[in-house]
């Protein structure tokens, strides 16, 4: 095990969601208060409520939430349209430029011991794959090693809420939606039932993404989408048809799945049916 201290303590990275915010919880009860940094990457892109959030898990830390930024981004669309992209088979570009190239320049500049993330036991294989993607990292995952789901830990904000001390989620869990990612646009990441029930609840929101999926389309000289099918035809989707490319789908023609909402959740949902396993222990304190 790497030697955690003040000098080079655990980086615990909260981002706004649940599951990152239980994380940065454990890391103080585990390694300590004073040997854990919690550090927030902005995007410019959060819902508003995320602040008054992190503010209630400062409280319930007792420690500050450090913020770091890209330099030379003021906002999500910035990067859209300087790289006329918006998600591809790689992976969204307004996530690899303002959190994992953000994320990778703190860690070149900081001594730490491990970096801890958000990642809980539904995410197995996310987690393996950061793992051996990032080794310089030294990634810890507290959720799998308490076996806690998503779920798991909207019970654990829940039972830590108090008068005295209040922690409520985030109001994107409370209206429906699984994660609390970039939603004053909507997450690109989100997939058909996600920009679908978007369409439905925010008709402006939804419209303005569109406007943003042709101009690129039309910048680009070839069409930029937020969506693919999934299904066995493939393809790309437009939120609204595009009329220089009537051949590709747009989000009416699909049937997508709601968000499953994790708020009718009021136990640790069988958490406690698992057994800690070698994955677990494999996934935690890598060593150098």
């Not at 919880?25 to 040997?35: L, P, Q, S, T, V």
């Not at 500050?64 to 030379?72: G, K, M, R, S």
């Amino acid at each position: 095990m790497n030697r955690v201290s003040p000098d080079t303590p655990v980086i615990a990275w909260w981002s706004g969601g649940v599951t990152s915010a239980v994380t940065c919880r454990i890391c103080a009860d585990w390694f300590g208060i004073e040997n854990v940094r919690f550090v927030f990457i902005d995007t410019h892109n959060e819902d508003t409520d995320t602040y008054r959030f992190k503010g209630e898990c400062e409280r319930w830390y007792g420690k500050q939430i450090e913020t770091i930024t890209h330099p030379d981004y003021t906002s999500i669309q910035e990067v859209w349209y300087r790289h006329l992209s918006l998600n591809v088979a790689t992976g969204a570009k307004c996530s690899q430029v303002l959190k994992r190239s953000v994320r990778e320049r703190f860690e070149r500049e900081n001594r730490f011991s491990y970096q801890a993330f958000g990642f809980d036991i539904d995410e197995l294989k996310r987690a393996r794959g950061h793992l051996a993607n990032n080794p310089k990292s030294f990634p810890i995952f507290p959720l799998i090693a308490n076996l806690l789901s998503k779920k798991d830990c909207v019970q654990i904000i829940n039972d830590a809420n108090s008068l005295f001390n209040p922690l409520t989620l985030p109001r994107t869990y409370h209206i429906g939606y699984l994660n609390n990612n970039c939603f004053q646009t909507g997450c690109i990441q989100g997939g058909i039932g996600y920009w679908q029930k978007i369409q439905r609840e925010d008709i402006e929101k939804f419209n303005r993404m569109a406007k943003i999926e042709h101009e690129l389309t039309d910048l680009k000289g070839q069409p930029v989408t937020i969506l693919k099918d999934q299904g066995k035809d493939g393809g790309l989707v437009f939120l609204l048809p595009h009329p220089g490319y009537p051949t590709i789908k747009d989000i009416s023609m699909m049937k997508g799945r709601d968000p499953k909402p994790l708020m009718e959740c009021y136990g640790f949902c069988g958490s406690n049916d698992l057994e800690r396993n070698e994955t677990a222990e494999e996934l935690n304190f890598p060593t150098p």
